[in-house]
């Protein structure tokens, strides 16, 4: 079956530290997306990629990046850890299938701690 | 005006009662709408998914959009403590390809 997996599903590290967070999809999604969800903010898109090669700015972008170098995955890199970016994180993908439909799909989620 | 808003909740109704669940929005983000039920400590679900007005159901779940009055609810029936969850409403942007803004979410809890 396909799916979206994410790891590590929970990380602790230290300020200052570079950070990658995984994504692949087996869904053959062309879109992909990154959110953090803290209390009191909900969902917050950090980047998305419309396809390989292809990556944009979210509304929480500062401090991350990602790159899109095939379709299946899209991981997500923290420069310089700060204590701000404990959170859940989670990546998702979508297909367009016409008529404007996006229905996202996500993985199961990263714990971050930042110490 | 936020894009998309739900009633922050938390909401509690009896087993075998029926949910409620509303969320309006904007003029920004008008085509289609989602809803996701996530468990604590556990990633968004999508269960619905409604684009046109009207409702739409599937099971006990009926999503109901009216565009005229910008907004979209979910209706639980013979709800279930398993439905305990926060449910979170979605739109899709009008001129953001692919990108959806969700609400706050509302915390449901169906009690015995």
């Known amino acids: 079956d396909a799916e979206i997996t994410q790891s590590p599903r929970h990380k602790i590290t230290e300020t200052g530290r570079q950070v990658t967070l995984a994504c692949h999809q087996t869904w053959n999604h062309n879109n992909m997306f990154w959110y953090r969800q803290d209390l009191g903010h909900g969902l917050r898109l950090i980047h998305y990629s419309y396809g390989v090669q292809d990556t944009n700015k979210g509304e929480v972008s500062d401090g991350y990046s990602v790159s899109r170098s095939n379709t299946e995955d899209l991981p997500l890199t923290l420069e310089s850890a700060a204590s701000s970016q404990t959170s859940v994180y989670f990546c998702?993908?979508?297909?367009?299938?016409?008529?404007?439909?996006?229905?996202?799909?996500f993985g199961p989620g990263t714990r971050l701690t930042v110490t | 005006q936020k894009e998309v808003e739900q009633n922050s909740g938390p909401l509690s109704v009896p087993e075998g009662a029926i949910a409620s669940l509303n969320c309006t929005y904007s003029?920004?983000?008008?085509?289609?709408f989602f809803w996701y039920r996530q468990y604590s400590g556990k990633s968004p679900e999508l269960i619905m998914s409604?684009?046109?007005?009207g409702d739409k159901e599937d099971g006990r779940f009926t999503a109901q959009l009216n565009k005229a009055s910008q907004y979209v609810s979910l209706l639980i029936r013979d709800s279930q403590p398993s439905d305990s969850a926060t449910y979170l409403c979605?739109?899709?942007?009008?001129?953001?390809?692919?990108?959806?803004?969700f609400g706050q979410g509302t915390i449901l809890t169906v009690h015995p």
């Open positions: 003029d920004r983000v008008s085509q289609s």
């Open positions: 409604i684009y046109s007005n």
């Open positions: 998702a993908s979508s297909e367009s299938r016409g008529q404007g439909t996006y229905e996202q799909y």
């Open positions: 979605a739109a899709l942007g009008g001129t953001s390809y692919g990108k959806l803004t």
